[in-house]
């Protein structure tokens, strides 16, 4: 923004993705962004100590993540995921979790579907196959409220959901 000539005016949060930040910018004067990290440094999260929660809840997740779709499995359970969405791409390769563990992976786009996952190489491919799983494993967890509601036949049926947070 500096080399542009832009200053930070304001920031907000908003609730897209878990959480973001939403900044506003302009050539006039401003620093909006100065005062949020004064903030940050004063509420004391410019500290490793700030992210061990969530360092905990990752590593935790990387060891029970694997062994409840392979719990799944070994039931017979047919296990795929739902969502290609980038922090679930992150989470399965943090996890180990792969073709192994998933068949395939659902999503509603079309500019997805007969693609690959990158990392895993798990297909993406359309709703209707959701009918071809026992299990699905939320990888857009943020949106668990709208694709739970999307999907209601799934669960009507017998369909688990895993829902994992890091």
């Known amino acids: 923004m500096r080399a542009a000539g832009l200053h930070t005016q304001r920031i907000e949060t908003i609730p897209l993705h878990g959480g973001s930040l939403r900044l506003e910018a302009g050539r006039r ?13 004063e509420a004391g999260l410019n500290t490793p100590h700030a992210l061990k929660p969530l360092a905990h809840r990752v590593a935790h997740l990387r060891h029970t ?5 392979a719990r799944a499995r070994k039931e017979g359970a047919r296990v795929a995921a739902y969502g290609a969405a ?3 791409v992150v989470m399965l390769e943090t996890c180990g979790i792969g073709a192994t563990e998933l068949d395939f992976v659902v999503d509603r786009n079309p500019a997805k579907q007969g693609r ?3 990392g895993s190489g798990l297909p993406i491919v359309a709703e209707d196959r959701i009918a071809d799983a026992d299990v699905l494993l939320l990888l857009a967890w943020n949106h668990a ?3 739970l509601d999307q999907q209601r036949d799934f669960g009507a049926r017998g369909g688990r959901w895993i829902l994992p947070q890091p």
Do not use: N, S, T
């Open 86 to 88: 980038a922090k679930g």
């Open 145 to 147: 409220g709208e694709i």
């Open 65 to 69: 993540l694997p062994d409840r779709l």
């Open 29 to 41: 004067g401003g620093d909006a962004a100065a005062a949020w990290m004064q903030r940050e440094r």
């Open 116 to 118: 690959f996952l990158p």
